[in-house]
């Protein structure tokens, strides 16, 4: 198989699994099963055929063109360190998915499950076979953001949203941290190639930055995998379902920020830097989780504080700047996945027959799950380290290394072995309360479900992960021994060290330790007997240095004390406060700018001042001051008064021959004006209000004071815009696109050409967040909930012609279009003219003005007129416009187009064009960016209509609920009560001040 298809198939295929999973109706629990099953195990075949090359020494590559300019290219490697955690996460992820299958209950959305399972899986092996630093920040993200919906999958229970809510906060934060340090970094080697920066060890570490990029990638690793002081996210994680724990937190995500601290070893360790807070954070919690383990009740908050502790002997191991350590490091690594995710199983498995989890209910299990008690007998004792088992051989190699160790403060070397002996001492000790608290003892009473044994296939993960943790420690060399050499060679190279994976290595100190390590841990278990069985919760001399405790006073802290201070100095209920400190913020920044470097005097002499565009500019300078002025009177007027403002802007853009912009301001200017009106609806009415002499001086004083502020940035924009426009740089950037827009994008509108082809992926960007913008408003609409007694304005004192304006409803037979003076049949008959000239805009976008964006506003302009003239429902029974699914198939083809290009060996989104020659038109120019801007278009209509229909949704509510007009005759009739509508499900009818 080529190099390029297995790797992106090994990538690709888990998020093509997970859509289809998630496509899957609800009940359909074997068919996502089977899909999840399939997906893992053919990950393992693709491991499989890549394994001779790995194994010779060789790296898979594969490298495609993303942004080649700025040196960003989506790169994908595997050698044989990232295939070792490649077979774990798939290898494990195949049994964990096993296992589910009989775990999950049958009124669960298993397939929903299986989804994230899957997409999680995928952003786990884009992490491990990433060859680009910035492509594993973002699989990084990636994994935080699935972990997140996999802790929380039983959103319905308090303890997951808080635990997922609590996971996310810490590795996201974290892996912001490792964004940052990961730019550092790639500023230090010019390159943010992963062959290159590992090449670069020698400069890296003399480079001035070395410390911030250290320190800003050490603190992605270390939350990810729940290090001092960051641990305590993973306790609290345990209440995600079985199978999510016994993935997460054996094999995958605690273990990529070991694998980001591996594979970075050689160029950032080596250093006092890296064994100070590396070892310090390894150690720390080394001793730290093994302490809190033993007096934890709940089976799985056990494991994971065993979890922490182990991650902190990996991470010790990685610290100490030694070789063998990291060999050491790297077999722990697998030896930690196979036992631990036995016992999680073992633990799913106790809860899901007997209905509980808690060991002060549990014992005597053994009589009645003899089976599943030998098997997590095998797997603690594993985890304990008892010889013949594969934890045994690594703790013996930590051993080793912690007598040998050399380092920069001696008193932490001093203490490494005895740190090690009381640790592996407290690990005999929770994993003996493990296996004697719930399998042995006196029969259990009073239990949820009567005790028995699993379906053999739920049992079948367990059994072959404990038939590992058997083989490895009898056969170490012969079984794992050449995956570990892959393994060492490829993170290590050359330098990596001679050792042994002998079982018996004589009597030595290691042995020694070993030995007092296991005698300590059962002396240990006897003598807590007598206070474990009183059940006091939390582990003694630490419950009050909770780490938790410390993270919730400070988000009480940050979300509320501070929060709050913030807002009562800089918070309003009026958006003019706002804006005000908004604009003023911007001109001290660039006023401070100015004086530090302000340019001068330009080197083109100013034309003189046309008077036709001046008369121009004066009556758009008239309407915003008129506008300012109407403000305080009537809104309305205001409205209009800022659209002749608008209608100049467009007027001098077509004078300075910049038509696509023109005609972009003035589709802009007819969505956002009714969009404006609508949102008269709920503004309350100024009152003229007889005031006192000391009231008006103070209303005049601040209206100078904002006129103040509007002038100092008015000139200020304008004195920036006279310095550009004065001065001639050495090379013009437009020539750039000139030059190349038609040779290179096929087109002669240079704006469009910039936007689908030269600057596309800026494009996508842009309306990915304008597609999240139209999200958000419709959410927040959803939640407002309008009523008279929910606005504190009384509607008497309503703005009256806002209110006519906004409302679509028929006033005695009357139409919108009859308040309009246009007739409703003609304006009807607009719309198929308004939607070809729309089509018009889109087809001749790339050679002529025009193009996705105007014309997806002009189809909203049509769209928008038939909202006027028969109203929500009308409209929404014939046109069945449906926002959501124009949204998303505009994204689809946007980014369609770009992964399209991909297909001929082109960087992403590359455009194409040629000319067809047809057999009546002729040859017609054809271009792919014509799908990219068919995207826009959909997006932008998607995106218009979802806002437009939530406000128009909102009046028409709001009409419905208010309360009855004002006595004094309106301008227009007075209207005819409509029906009311048959009453539809909704969410919860709350309203803003509710919430």
Known sequence: ??????????????????????????????????????????????????????????????????????????ILRMDGFAWLFAGLISGVGALVILYARYYMSAEDPVPRFFSFLLA?????????????????????????????????????????????????TITATGGLCLFAGMLVLGHIVGSYNLDVVLASGDRIRAHPLYLPALILILLGALTKSAQFPFHFWLPHAMAAPTPVSAYLHSATLVKVGIFLMARLWPVMAGTEAWFWIVSSAGIATLLLGAYAAIFQHDLKGLLAYSTISHLGLITLLLGLNSRLAMVAAIFHIINHATFKASLFMAAGIIDHET????????????????????????????????????????????????????????PLIDILPVAATVASAFSVAYSLRFIHGAFFGPDPVDLPRKPHEPPSWMRFPVEILVLACIIVGLLPAATVGPYLDMAAHAALGTATPEYSLAVWHGFNRPLLMSLLALTAGVVLYLLLQEYL?????????????????????????????????????????????????VVCVAVLAAGWAALLRWPGPGNLIPAGIDPVLALIWAIGAGCALGAAWQAKFHRLAALILLGGTGLVTCITFVWFSAPDLALTQLLVEVVTTVLLLLGLRWLPKRLDLPGTRAAEVLTRTRRLRDLGIAVAAGAGMAALAFAVMTRVPPELLAEHFLERAYTEGGGTNVVNVILVDFR??????????????????????????????????????????????????????DTVADWLLIPSLIARLLFPIICLVAMFLLLRGHDQPGG?????????????????????????????????????????LAAGTGLG???????????????????????????????????????VVGATMLTLIALARQSL?????????????????????????PPTPTPAQTTMGDD
């Open 1 to 74: 198989m080529p190099d390029a298809l297995l790797l992106l198939t090994a990538v690709g295929l888990p998020f093509v699994g997970a859509i289809a999973a998630g496509l899957l109706p609800t009940h359909a629990r074997n068919a996502a099963a089977w899909m999840a099953g399939g997906v893992a195990l053919v990950g393992l075949a693709l491991l499989w055929a890549a394994y001779s090359t790995v194994a010779a020494g060789g790296v898979l590559r594969h490298e495609i063109d993303w942004m080649p300019s700025v040196g960003l290219n989506f």
């Open 120 to 168: 999680f899986m995928g952003s786990m092996m884009g992490v491990v076979l990433s060859g680009n630093l910035i492509q594993i920040a973002f699989f990084w993200e990636l994994t935080s953001l699935f972990s997140f919906l996999l802790i929380g999958y039983w959103h319905h229970l308090a303890a997951a949203r808080d635990g997922a809510r609590m996971a996310l």
């Open 533 to 581: 069985a009183k059940g006091v919760e939390g582990a003694p001399l630490i419950r009050r240095l909770d780490s938790q405790r410390l993270f919730e006073r400070a988000l009480v802290f940050l979300s509320w004390r501070l929060a709050r201070t913030a807002e009562g100095l800089l918070g309003t209920r009026r958006l003019q406060p706002q804006l005000r400190l």
């Open 852 to 892: 996705g964006f105007a014309a997806g506003l002009t189809a909203s302009i049509a769209m928008i007129l038939q909202y006027m003239l028969g109203g929500t429902q009308w409209v929404e029974a014939r046109l069945r416009v449906l926002p959501l699914r124009w949204m998303g198939i505009g994204l689809l």
């Open 760 to 813: 596309g992926f800026d494009t996508l960007g842009e309306i990915t967040v304008l597609g999240a913008v139209a999200l958000t408003a419709y959410a927040l609409l959803r939640r407002f909930r309008p009523a008279p007694d929910s606005v504190d304005v009384p509607e008497q004192q309503r703005d009256q012609s806002a209110y006519d304006i906004a409302q679509p409803e028929r006033r005695d037979g």
């Open 901 to 939: 290009a991909w297909a001929f060996g082109r960087p992403f989104l590359t455009s194409y064009f040629a000319y067809a020659d047809l057999p009546v038109l002729g040859k017609i120019p054809m271009a792919s960016a014509l799908i990219f801007d068919v995207g826009v278009f959909a997006l």
């Open 355 to 410: 209905g509980t989890r808690d060991i002060r209910r549990l014992s005597g299990l053994n009589r009645f799950m003899p089976f599943t008690a030998r098997l997590a007998l095998v797997a603690a004792a594993a985890m304990a380290g008892v010889p013949l088992l594969n934890g045994f051989i690594s703790k013996e190699m930590f051993f080793a290394e912690a007598l040998s160790a050399e380092g920069p403060l001696p």
């Open 957 to 981: 509510r709001g009409h419905r609920a208010s309360a009855p007009r004002p006595a004094d005759p309106p301008a227009l009739p007075p209207p005819v009560p409509a029906p009311a509508p």
